[in-house]
Protein backbone atom coordinates (compact mmCIF):
# COMPACT_ATOMS: atom_id res chain seq x y z
CA UNK A 1 0.00 0.00 0.00
CA UNK A 2 3.06 2.37 0.92
CA UNK A 3 3.85 1.57 -2.96
CA UNK A 4 0.32 2.95 -4.09
CA UNK A 5 0.83 5.44 -2.13
CA UNK A 6 4.00 6.49 -3.56
CA UNK A 7 3.10 6.27 -6.90
CA UNK A 8 0.14 7.96 -7.30
CA UNK A 9 0.81 11.01 -5.07
CA UNK A 10 3.75 12.39 -7.09
CA UNK A 11 2.04 11.95 -10.43
CA UNK A 12 -0.99 13.92 -8.60
CA UNK A 13 1.30 16.71 -7.76
CA UNK A 14 3.13 16.65 -11.44
CA UNK A 15 -0.37 16.38 -13.52
CA UNK A 16 -0.67 19.23 -15.82
CA UNK A 17 -4.41 19.87 -16.53
CA UNK A 18 -7.85 17.85 -15.23
CA UNK A 19 -7.64 15.62 -18.30
CA UNK A 20 -4.42 13.90 -16.58
CA UNK A 21 -5.85 14.10 -13.20
CA UNK A 22 -8.97 12.20 -14.05
CA UNK A 23 -6.86 9.62 -16.15
CA UNK A 24 -4.87 9.77 -12.42
CA UNK A 25 -8.43 9.33 -10.69
CA UNK A 26 -9.35 6.22 -12.97
CA UNK A 27 -5.96 4.50 -12.68
CA UNK A 28 -6.23 4.38 -8.66
CA UNK A 29 -9.76 4.85 -7.03
CA UNK A 30 -11.82 3.75 -10.42
CA UNK A 31 -13.84 0.81 -10.11
CA UNK A 32 -11.18 -1.36 -11.88
CA UNK A 33 -8.09 0.63 -10.28
CA UNK A 34 -5.92 -0.71 -8.04
CA UNK A 35 -7.40 0.35 -4.85
CA UNK A 36 -10.46 -1.29 -6.25
CA UNK A 37 -8.42 -4.44 -6.69
CA UNK A 38 -6.69 -4.70 -3.89
CA UNK A 39 -10.16 -3.73 -1.87
CA UNK A 40 -11.74 -6.98 -3.27
CA UNK A 41 -8.44 -9.17 -1.86
CA UNK A 42 -9.85 -8.31 1.52
CA UNK A 43 -13.00 -10.32 0.48
CA UNK A 44 -10.47 -13.44 0.84
CA UNK A 45 -8.33 -12.54 4.09
CA UNK A 46 -9.33 -13.61 7.32
CA UNK A 47 -11.20 -10.82 9.57
CA UNK A 48 -8.39 -9.99 11.81
CA UNK A 49 -6.50 -9.16 9.06
CA UNK A 50 -9.18 -7.78 7.32
CA UNK A 51 -9.64 -5.28 10.29
CA UNK A 52 -6.62 -3.79 9.96
CA UNK A 53 -6.31 -3.54 6.38
CA UNK A 54 -9.95 -2.68 5.44
CA UNK A 55 -9.35 0.92 7.58
CA UNK A 56 -5.97 1.46 6.02
CA UNK A 57 -7.18 1.11 2.28
CA UNK A 58 -10.32 3.32 3.05
CA UNK A 59 -7.64 5.78 4.07
CA UNK A 60 -5.39 5.79 1.49
CA UNK A 61 -8.21 5.46 -0.97
CA UNK A 62 -9.29 9.29 0.64
CA UNK A 63 -5.51 10.28 0.72
CA UNK A 64 -5.45 9.87 -3.44
CA UNK A 65 -9.12 11.32 -3.59
CA UNK A 66 -8.47 14.35 -1.28
CA UNK A 67 -5.14 14.75 -3.33
CA UNK A 68 -6.75 14.88 -6.68
CA UNK A 69 -9.16 17.31 -5.61
CA UNK A 70 -6.47 19.61 -3.89
CA UNK A 71 -4.64 19.47 -7.59
CA UNK A 72 -8.01 20.30 -9.22
CA UNK A 73 -8.53 23.51 -7.44
CA UNK A 74 -5.24 24.76 -7.76
CA UNK A 75 -5.11 24.31 -11.57
CA UNK A 76 -8.13 26.41 -11.57
CA UNK A 77 -6.59 29.06 -9.89
CA UNK A 78 -3.73 28.79 -11.75
CA UNK A 79 -5.80 29.06 -14.96
CA UNK A 80 -7.64 32.16 -13.48
CA UNK A 81 -3.93 33.82 -12.31
CA UNK A 82 -3.15 33.03 -16.49
CA UNK A 83 -6.29 34.83 -17.63
CA UNK A 84 -6.15 37.68 -15.52
CA UNK A 85 -2.52 38.47 -16.45
CA UNK A 86 -3.30 38.49 -20.48
CA UNK A 87 -6.69 39.93 -20.20
CA UNK A 88 -6.05 42.98 -18.58
CA UNK A 89 -7.40 45.78 -19.32
CA UNK A 90 -6.65 49.45 -18.14
CA UNK A 91 -9.98 51.16 -17.94
CA UNK A 92 -7.88 54.40 -16.76
CA UNK A 93 -6.67 55.23 -20.38
CA UNK A 94 -8.54 58.46 -22.54
CA UNK A 95 -11.12 57.34 -24.99
CA UNK A 96 -9.76 57.46 -28.30
CA UNK A 97 -11.42 60.08 -30.49
CA UNK A 98 -13.84 58.28 -33.02
CA UNK A 99 -14.13 59.15 -36.38
CA UNK A 100 -17.59 59.98 -36.48
CA UNK A 101 -20.28 60.22 -39.72
CA UNK A 102 -21.60 63.65 -40.38
CA UNK A 103 -24.96 64.51 -42.05
CA UNK A 104 -24.64 65.39 -45.53
CA UNK A 105 -25.89 69.23 -46.18
CA UNK A 106 -28.88 67.87 -48.47
CA UNK A 107 -30.41 65.49 -45.61
CA UNK A 108 -29.52 68.75 -43.20
CA UNK A 109 -31.68 71.04 -45.15
CA UNK A 110 -33.91 68.64 -46.36
CA UNK A 111 -34.73 68.25 -42.57
CA UNK A 112 -34.63 72.03 -41.96
CA UNK A 113 -37.20 72.63 -44.93
CA UNK A 114 -39.31 69.90 -43.30
CA UNK A 115 -39.37 71.18 -40.14
CA UNK A 116 -40.62 74.66 -41.19
CA UNK A 117 -43.66 73.63 -43.27
CA UNK A 118 -44.32 71.09 -40.63
CA UNK A 119 -45.32 74.67 -38.51
CA UNK A 120 -47.48 75.57 -41.19
CA UNK A 121 -49.26 72.50 -41.49
CA UNK A 122 -47.72 71.05 -44.56
CA UNK A 123 -46.75 67.23 -44.38
CA UNK A 124 -44.34 65.43 -46.47
CA UNK A 125 -46.00 63.38 -49.39
CA UNK A 126 -43.07 61.14 -51.68
CA UNK A 127 -43.31 59.10 -55.27
CA UNK A 128 -41.40 57.60 -57.17
CA UNK A 129 -38.13 58.41 -58.99
CA UNK A 130 -39.30 55.98 -62.08
CA UNK A 131 -42.06 57.86 -63.17
CA UNK A 132 -44.62 57.31 -66.15
CA UNK A 133 -44.08 59.71 -68.87
CA UNK A 134 -47.90 60.68 -68.03
CA UNK A 135 -46.99 61.64 -64.23
CA UNK A 136 -43.81 63.40 -65.16
CA UNK A 137 -45.92 65.64 -68.03
CA UNK A 138 -49.33 65.16 -69.50
CA UNK A 139 -50.73 65.19 -66.35
CA UNK A 140 -49.35 68.49 -65.56
CA UNK A 141 -50.66 69.91 -68.81
CA UNK A 142 -47.39 69.29 -70.84
CA UNK A 143 -48.90 67.11 -73.61
CA UNK A 144 -46.01 65.46 -75.98
CA UNK A 145 -45.36 68.19 -78.44
CA UNK A 146 -44.87 70.43 -75.53
CA UNK A 147 -41.52 72.36 -76.13
CA UNK A 148 -41.09 71.79 -72.29
CA UNK A 149 -40.38 68.69 -73.14
CA UNK A 150 -37.63 69.07 -75.19
CA UNK A 151 -36.17 71.83 -72.82
CA UNK A 152 -36.26 69.47 -69.61
CA UNK A 153 -33.29 66.92 -71.29
CA UNK A 154 -35.06 64.29 -70.07
CA UNK A 155 -33.60 60.35 -69.25
CA UNK A 156 -35.67 58.14 -71.08
CA UNK A 157 -36.09 54.47 -69.84
CA UNK A 158 -34.68 51.89 -72.59
CA UNK A 159 -37.56 50.26 -73.95
CA UNK A 160 -37.97 46.95 -76.60
CA UNK A 161 -39.83 47.78 -79.59
CA UNK A 162 -42.31 45.95 -78.67
CA UNK A 163 -42.77 46.35 -75.55
CA UNK A 164 -46.44 48.01 -75.20
CA UNK A 165 -46.28 49.62 -71.66
CA UNK A 166 -46.71 52.83 -71.30
CA UNK A 167 -42.72 55.12 -71.47
CA UNK A 168 -40.98 55.90 -68.19
CA UNK A 169 -38.78 58.42 -67.51
CA UNK A 170 -36.66 59.36 -64.39
CA UNK A 171 -38.45 62.21 -63.06
CA UNK A 172 -37.32 65.98 -63.86
CA UNK A 173 -39.03 67.46 -61.03
CA UNK A 174 -41.20 66.59 -58.12
CA UNK A 175 -44.15 68.22 -59.55
CA UNK A 176 -45.55 64.67 -60.22
CA UNK A 177 -46.13 63.85 -56.49
CA UNK A 178 -48.55 66.69 -56.93
CA UNK A 179 -50.65 64.60 -58.96
CA UNK A 180 -50.03 61.62 -56.98
CA UNK A 181 -50.84 62.98 -54.11
CA UNK A 182 -54.06 64.77 -55.15
CA UNK A 183 -55.22 60.58 -56.11
CA UNK A 184 -54.66 59.69 -52.42
CA UNK A 185 -55.62 62.24 -50.64
CA UNK A 186 -58.25 64.87 -52.39
CA UNK A 187 -58.63 68.21 -51.52
CA UNK A 188 -57.91 70.13 -49.17
CA UNK A 189 -54.54 69.16 -48.87
CA UNK A 190 -51.23 71.22 -47.90
CA UNK A 191 -48.14 68.85 -48.73
CA UNK A 192 -44.23 69.04 -49.53
CA UNK A 193 -42.49 66.58 -51.43
CA UNK A 194 -38.76 66.24 -51.38
CA UNK A 195 -36.73 63.76 -53.28
CA UNK A 196 -34.24 63.11 -56.13
CA UNK A 197 -34.85 64.49 -59.94
CA UNK A 198 -32.65 63.89 -63.07
CA UNK A 199 -31.75 65.78 -65.89
CA UNK A 200 -29.00 65.18 -68.66
CA UNK A 201 -26.84 68.33 -67.95
CA UNK A 202 -23.03 68.57 -65.87
CA UNK A 203 -21.44 71.73 -65.07
CA UNK A 204 -20.62 73.26 -61.36
CA UNK A 205 -24.23 74.38 -60.94
CA UNK A 206 -25.51 71.19 -62.31
CA UNK A 207 -25.75 67.53 -61.96
CA UNK A 208 -27.38 64.82 -63.41
CA UNK A 209 -29.55 63.95 -60.52
CA UNK A 210 -29.76 67.15 -57.53
CA UNK A 211 -32.98 67.53 -55.74
CA UNK A 212 -36.22 69.56 -55.58
CA UNK A 213 -38.40 70.17 -52.77
CA UNK A 214 -42.12 70.83 -54.36
CA UNK A 215 -45.05 72.39 -52.54
CA UNK A 216 -48.95 72.08 -52.54
CA UNK A 217 -52.16 73.48 -51.02
CA UNK A 218 -55.33 73.48 -52.32
CA UNK A 219 -58.30 74.72 -50.48
CA UNK A 220 -61.79 76.30 -51.32
CA UNK A 221 -60.39 79.93 -51.34
CA UNK A 222 -56.50 80.27 -51.48
CA UNK A 223 -55.00 82.92 -53.64
CA UNK A 224 -51.25 84.09 -54.51
CA UNK A 225 -51.64 86.22 -51.60
CA UNK A 226 -51.60 82.78 -49.27
CA UNK A 227 -48.75 81.86 -51.39
CA UNK A 228 -46.92 85.32 -51.04
CA UNK A 229 -46.98 84.82 -47.42
CA UNK A 230 -45.62 81.13 -46.83
CA UNK A 231 -42.97 81.69 -48.96
CA UNK A 232 -41.69 85.16 -47.08
CA UNK A 233 -42.28 82.62 -43.55
CA UNK A 234 -40.00 80.18 -44.97
CA UNK A 235 -37.73 82.54 -46.43
CA UNK A 236 -37.08 84.21 -43.13
CA UNK A 237 -36.87 80.83 -41.37
CA UNK A 238 -34.84 79.33 -43.58
CA UNK A 239 -31.89 81.78 -44.00
CA UNK A 240 -32.31 82.64 -40.44
CA UNK A 241 -32.88 86.74 -41.32
CA UNK A 242 -35.78 88.72 -39.48
CA UNK A 243 -36.73 89.90 -42.64
CA UNK A 244 -36.48 89.36 -46.25
CA UNK A 245 -37.39 90.82 -49.90
CA UNK A 246 -39.12 89.01 -52.22
CA UNK A 247 -39.34 90.08 -55.99
CA UNK A 248 -42.42 87.79 -57.70
CA UNK A 249 -41.65 87.89 -61.43
CA UNK A 250 -44.78 86.80 -63.55
CA UNK A 251 -43.23 83.58 -65.74
CA UNK A 252 -44.81 80.78 -67.10
CA UNK A 253 -44.87 77.15 -66.54
CA UNK A 254 -47.68 74.78 -67.90
CA UNK A 255 -48.73 73.41 -64.76
CA UNK A 256 -49.85 77.11 -63.14
CA UNK A 257 -51.69 79.79 -64.08
CA UNK A 258 -50.71 82.66 -63.48
CA UNK A 259 -47.14 81.88 -62.62
CA UNK A 260 -44.40 83.69 -61.17
CA UNK A 261 -40.64 83.14 -60.89
CA UNK A 262 -39.23 84.04 -57.00
CA UNK A 263 -36.04 86.13 -56.62
CA UNK A 264 -34.84 86.62 -53.07
CA UNK A 265 -32.88 90.20 -52.08
CA UNK A 266 -29.25 89.63 -51.58
CA UNK A 267 -25.92 91.13 -51.70
CA UNK A 268 -22.55 89.69 -52.82
CA UNK A 269 -19.25 90.80 -49.87
CA UNK A 270 -15.88 88.90 -51.39
CA UNK A 271 -18.25 85.71 -52.29
CA UNK A 272 -20.12 85.51 -49.46
CA UNK A 273 -23.88 85.75 -50.16
CA UNK A 274 -26.05 87.63 -47.28
CA UNK A 275 -29.72 87.58 -48.07
CA UNK A 276 -32.30 89.99 -47.01
CA UNK A 277 -30.15 93.27 -48.26
CA UNK A 278 -28.19 94.54 -50.93
CA UNK A 279 -28.88 95.45 -54.50
CA UNK A 280 -28.60 91.58 -56.08
CA UNK A 281 -31.76 89.39 -56.49
CA UNK A 282 -31.24 85.83 -56.79
CA UNK A 283 -34.04 83.07 -58.14
CA UNK A 284 -34.77 80.96 -56.01
CA UNK A 285 -38.03 79.19 -57.00
CA UNK A 286 -41.02 78.59 -59.59
CA UNK A 287 -44.44 79.08 -58.56
CA UNK A 288 -48.31 79.66 -59.42
CA UNK A 289 -51.57 79.37 -59.47
CA UNK A 290 -52.39 75.21 -60.02
CA UNK A 291 -53.66 75.50 -63.09
CA UNK A 292 -57.44 73.91 -63.73
CA UNK A 293 -56.30 71.20 -66.18
CA UNK A 294 -53.85 70.06 -63.55
CA UNK A 295 -56.57 69.79 -60.99
CA UNK A 296 -58.72 67.88 -63.06
CA UNK A 297 -55.71 65.67 -64.24
CA UNK A 298 -55.45 64.66 -60.18
CA UNK A 299 -59.45 63.94 -60.04
CA UNK A 300 -60.14 67.72 -58.39
CA UNK A 301 -63.04 69.71 -59.58
CA UNK A 302 -61.08 73.50 -60.39
CA UNK A 303 -65.40 74.78 -60.56
CA UNK A 304 -64.98 73.59 -56.73
CA UNK A 305 -61.49 74.24 -55.34
CA UNK A 306 -57.85 75.89 -56.23
CA UNK A 307 -54.46 76.21 -55.00
CA UNK A 308 -51.32 77.22 -55.23
CA UNK A 309 -47.64 75.42 -55.53
CA UNK A 310 -44.13 76.07 -55.74
CA UNK A 311 -40.78 74.29 -56.57
CA UNK A 312 -37.47 74.93 -55.45
CA UNK A 313 -33.61 73.34 -55.88
CA UNK A 314 -33.04 71.66 -52.08
CA UNK A 315 -28.80 71.43 -53.47
CA UNK A 316 -29.60 75.21 -54.42
CA UNK A 317 -30.82 76.71 -51.02
CA UNK A 318 -28.27 74.68 -49.48
CA UNK A 319 -25.05 76.10 -51.54
CA UNK A 320 -26.94 79.38 -50.68
CA UNK A 321 -27.05 79.24 -47.19
CA UNK A 322 -23.89 76.95 -46.16
CA UNK A 323 -21.46 78.89 -48.62
CA UNK A 324 -20.97 75.97 -50.85
CA UNK A 325 -19.53 76.54 -54.26
CA UNK A 326 -19.55 73.58 -56.55
CA UNK A 327 -22.79 71.20 -56.55
CA UNK A 328 -20.68 68.49 -58.05
CA UNK A 329 -18.80 67.45 -54.58
CA UNK A 330 -22.06 66.86 -53.28
CA UNK A 331 -22.60 63.59 -54.70
CA UNK A 332 -18.45 62.56 -54.75
CA UNK A 333 -18.17 61.13 -51.26
CA UNK A 334 -15.11 62.81 -50.22
CA UNK A 335 -14.57 62.15 -46.66
CA UNK A 336 -12.94 65.37 -46.40
CA UNK A 337 -15.71 67.40 -47.89
CA UNK A 338 -18.43 65.19 -45.56
CA UNK A 339 -16.50 66.18 -42.24
CA UNK A 340 -15.87 69.94 -43.67
CA UNK A 341 -19.59 70.47 -44.13
CA UNK A 342 -21.45 67.69 -42.60
CA UNK A 343 -23.62 68.04 -39.40
CA UNK A 344 -23.53 66.26 -35.81
CA UNK A 345 -25.92 63.41 -35.94
CA UNK A 346 -27.41 64.20 -32.58
CA UNK A 347 -28.28 68.32 -34.15
CA UNK A 348 -31.82 67.44 -35.51
CA UNK A 349 -33.27 71.00 -36.96
CA UNK A 350 -36.11 72.33 -35.26
CA UNK A 351 -37.77 75.31 -35.17
CA UNK A 352 -37.54 75.91 -31.29
CA UNK A 353 -34.25 74.41 -31.02
CA UNK A 354 -32.67 76.43 -33.96
CA UNK A 355 -32.33 75.11 -37.30
CA UNK A 356 -28.37 75.35 -38.05
CA UNK A 357 -25.80 75.81 -35.56
N1 LIG B 1 -41.31 71.83 -61.74
C1 LIG B 1 -40.59 73.07 -61.98
C2 LIG B 1 -39.16 72.76 -62.40
O1 LIG B 1 -38.68 71.71 -62.14
C3 LIG B 1 -40.56 73.91 -60.76
C4 LIG B 1 -41.91 74.43 -60.42
C5 LIG B 1 -42.33 75.64 -60.90
C6 LIG B 1 -42.78 73.72 -59.64
C7 LIG B 1 -43.57 76.16 -60.63
C8 LIG B 1 -44.03 74.19 -59.32
C9 LIG B 1 -44.41 75.42 -59.85
O2 LIG B 1 -44.88 73.55 -58.56
O3 LIG B 1 -45.66 75.93 -59.56
O4 LIG B 1 -38.53 73.60 -62.96
Do not use: C, Y
Given at each position: MDDLKEKYLPRIADALDEAALEDIRLAA?????EVALKMRE????DPTERQIKGPILNALKNEILSAIAAKKAGLADTALDARLRSEW????LPTRTRRRGTIHPLSQVTEEVTAIFAEMGFSVAEGPRIETDWYNFDAL??????PARAEMDTFYLNRA????RPPHVL?????PVQIRSMESTGAPTRIICPGGVYRADYDQTHTPMFHQVEGLAIDKDISMANLKWVLEEFVKSYFEVDDVDLRFRASHF?????SAEVDIRCSWENGNLKVGEGDDWLEILGSGMVHPKVLQAGGINPEEWQGFAFGMGIDRIAMLKYGI????AFFDSDLRWLRHYGFEALDVPTLHSGLSR
Open positions: VGKKGLGQMLDVTNIPSHHASDDRTHTSPFTEPPDLR
